[in-house]
């Protein structure tokens, strides 16, 4: 059995100029101690199928199994021993900081909610994990706006891992940091996986981090799992067009001023293109592209991919 | 640079009533030049771009330094004058997109307020402009985003609103503080070519606060590396890159997963500079002796200054800048 099972998973947003389709029939799993990364454009998506997957969204249709339970439409309260397994880091760590509570106080308001420990219990928690994430001591005693970017991403991450989960889904957590604190952070990330069993959904816009640091790989386009395969035959045979000119826009260190990689108009998730939702942008696109959608269909034990000329690659 | 100098920043010190995040801070930037500036999260490279902003927290003092901006000092200037300044002349794209952005109001009216107020635009041609500049930034369906609010957007659609606002009123120097950190690959790509296509047409000045390293090798022409405060190393990309110097910057680059395209978590850790910039408060020498492979004793007892080991390059270590000339001798030169 997976640790987490999302099946045809929908999660639309009202608005004055129509349904948003933010995630669009959406499957995937993650088992236990995986890392799976999730990677797509701007505005694909991915923050969403996170918060969705960790009921800070309503899903719109679909399932979400966490740990054997069906968690998609339980009440605030049966979600509260859940949220204790399966905790979000967020993408803007300033704006998931309360303004107002200092470190310490942030960091014990989940130990509280959750019933752990005595005060002293849980003041030697919060001590560790600040420890852990390499900050120092001092740092409890003061607020949210005293730190730089990177350091209030240490304290959001500390905030996820203070319940001692089983996944967590990472939006974005090493975006906002440099080289040197980003393979901290990696190395955290990857040390507590080893020593507490972890799994994590990753989402990230940085191949090179999710090439280091990820077993398996879902690349999404406008709402959908476009590709999905293990880390090691993404890199070696990527199929789908959109993936692959997500790898030749990585910025190459000998090139100076390099072009833009694929054009095109942007699609909106308000309307989203008929048959592939990529074939506007597609430089392979033929005619049954744009009346057909493409199924998820199978290259391999580990490697599914939505094109129809996926062959092609 | 043949350049005019438009920007000089001399000595700039910020302090906090308990550390000191900018440090006799000293750099240039030209007309129409990108100045990349790297650096250690906490090193205060927001800091000093807020600084240039005249938007220091009011915690802050400038204790030392002068900010030329062509011709005027910035820290001379009164509350209006520096108004009228900002966001017309000098813009910033924040690190934050969604704290800077005002939750209460539709992403169309924040852009076209500082058209109004700098161009004097009518509400309806500024609300055309708006819509253009969306679109210049790529947000898709623009005639309709423009009624959104912030909460609305994904992440890297505020960071490409913020970016909008910023060059709203052509700017003659922009500072862009991590403008591209929420963006996937195709649209950094896309909009670091805009802010290009920005500074060459309008010959506008860009300073570019980025830990993308990939991304300062392809679009900067100077590069400054800071840390705890202080500009440790400074070069063109490619000697930066080919050859870094200070032990720092050379941590930093060993750092990065890019280093080694297949290596995996499960083969091993990333290399870490171990400890953490913390150490650098109440250091007396280089701020960096406390992390550093290969300091010695007399590295403690006073901040190095900069040297220049080559053209156009300064670094802030007397033990590598002994043993570049150590080489240097022995070649024979
Ligand atoms: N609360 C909301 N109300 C309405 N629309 C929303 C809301 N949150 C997100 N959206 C829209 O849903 C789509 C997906 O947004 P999401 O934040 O999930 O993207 P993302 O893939 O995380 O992007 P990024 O990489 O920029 O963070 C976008 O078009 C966004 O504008
Ligand atoms: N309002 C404040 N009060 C006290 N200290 C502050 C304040 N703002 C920032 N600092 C401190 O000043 C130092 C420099 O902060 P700054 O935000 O400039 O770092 P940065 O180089 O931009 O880092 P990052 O890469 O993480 O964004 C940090 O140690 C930070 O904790
Ligand atoms: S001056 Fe000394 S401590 Fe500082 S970087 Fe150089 S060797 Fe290391
Ligand atoms: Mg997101
Ligand atoms: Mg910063």
């Keep these: 059995m997976s640790l987490l099972a999302v099946s045809d998973l929908h999660t639309h947003y009202a608005g004055p100029s129509g349904t948003l389709r933010a995630v669009d029939d959406v499957s995937l799993t993650v088992e236990d101690g995986e890392t799976v990364g999730l990677v797509g454009e701007s505005g694909c998506g991915k923050s969403t199928l996170g918060k969705t997957i960790t009921r800070l969204v309503a899903p719109t249709k679909g399932s979400i199994v966490f740990k054997q339970e069906d968690i998609t439409r339980i009440s605030e309260r049966s979600l509260r021993p859940v949220r204790r397994r399966l905790q979000m880091i967020f993408q803007d760590p300033f704006g998931s900081l309360n303004p107002r509570q200092n470190i310490r106080d942030i960091l014990t308001a989940p130990l509280v909610v959750h019933g752990y420990g005595n005060r002293a219990e849980r003041a030697k928690r919060v001590e560790a994990l600040i420890d852990r994430v390499g900050l120092p001591r001092t740092a409890l005693s003061r607020y949210p706006h005293e730190f730089s970017g990177g350091q209030r991403q240490r304290i959001g991450i500390a905030r996820a891992l203070i319940l001692d989960p089983e996944l967590v889904v990472c939006d974005e957590p090493v975006s906002a940091l440099d080289l040197s604190i980003q393979a901290q952070i990696l190395n955290l990330l990857s040390s507590m996986k080893k020593d507490l069993g972890l799994s994590y959904l990753f989402i990230s816009h940085d191949l090179s981090v999710v090439r280091y640091f990820t077993d398996r790989v879902l690349v999404m386009y406008l709402g959908r799992i476009v590709e999905s395969a293990d880390n090691r035959t993404l890199w070696a045979q990527p199929k789908h067009p959109y993936t692959r000119a997500l790898m030749d826009a990585v910025p190459d260190p000998s090139r100076r001023r390099q072009a833009a990689p694929i054009s095109g108009d942007l699609p909106s998730p308000q309307n989203i293109p008929s048959g592939c939702r990529f074939h506007p942008r597609c430089p392979l696109a033929t005619d049954i592209c744009r009346t057909v959608d493409p199924a998820l269909t199978s290259f391999g034990p580990t490697h599914q991919v939505a094109c129809h000329h996926a062959d092609a690659a | ?333």
Aim: glycine share 6%.
């Design chain 2, 1 to 333: 640079m043949a350049n005019a100098s438009l920007l000089s920043v001399r000595d700039l010190t910020v302090k906090f009533p308990r550390i000191e995040p900018v440090r006799n801070l000293s750099f240039d930037v030209s007309e129409g030049e990108t100045l990349a500036i790297v650096g250690e999260s906490g090193s205060g490279k927001s800091l000093t771009a807020l600084a240039l902003m005249r938007l220091l927290p009011k915690a802050a003092q400038i204790t030392s330094g002068r900010i030329d901006f062509s011709g005027r000092d910035l820290l001379k200037l009164d509350d209006r004058s520096i108004r009228s300044l900002r966001g017309k002349e000098i813009a910033m794209i924040f690190q934050e997109p969604m704290t800077s952005l005002n939750p209460v109001l539709t992403i169309g009216r924040q852009i076209t307020e500082s058209l109004r107020l700098h161009e004097g635009l009518s509400a309806k041609a500024a609300r055309l402009r708006a819509i253009e500049l969306l679109d210049l930034v790529r947000i898709p369906a623009p005639h309709k985003r423009i009624d959104d609010y912030p909460h609305q957007l994904s992440g890297g659609m505020r960071q490409r609103v913020m970016i909008a606002i910023a060059v709203a009123c052509r700017p003659r120097l922009l500072i862009a503080d991590e403008p591209t950190t929420a963006l996937d690959v195709t649209i950094q790509a896309q909009v670091l070519d805009l802010l290009d296509r920005l500074r060459r047409e309008l010959s506008m000045a860009l300073i570019l606060i980025t830990h993308d390293l990939g991304i300062v090798t392809q679009w900067a022409d100077n590069v400054v590396v800071m840390y705890a405060g202080r500009k440790v190393e400074q070069a063109l990309p490619e000697a930066l890159f080919a050859d870094p110097l200070h032990p720092y910057t050379r941590g930093l680059l060993n750092a990065s997963p890019r280093l080694k395209d297949d290596y995996h978590y499960t083969d091993g850790p990333l290399t870490e500079i171990p400890g953490s910039i913390v150490s650098a408060i109440g250091e007396n020498g280089c701020p960096f002796a406390p992390r550093c492979p290969i300091v010695r004793s007399g590295c403690r007892t006073r901040v190095p200054d900069l040297l220049v080991p080559a053209e156009d390059r300064l670094v802030a270590c007397p033990v590598i800048f002994a043993e570049g000339e150590r080489h240097v001798a022995a070649r024979g030169l």
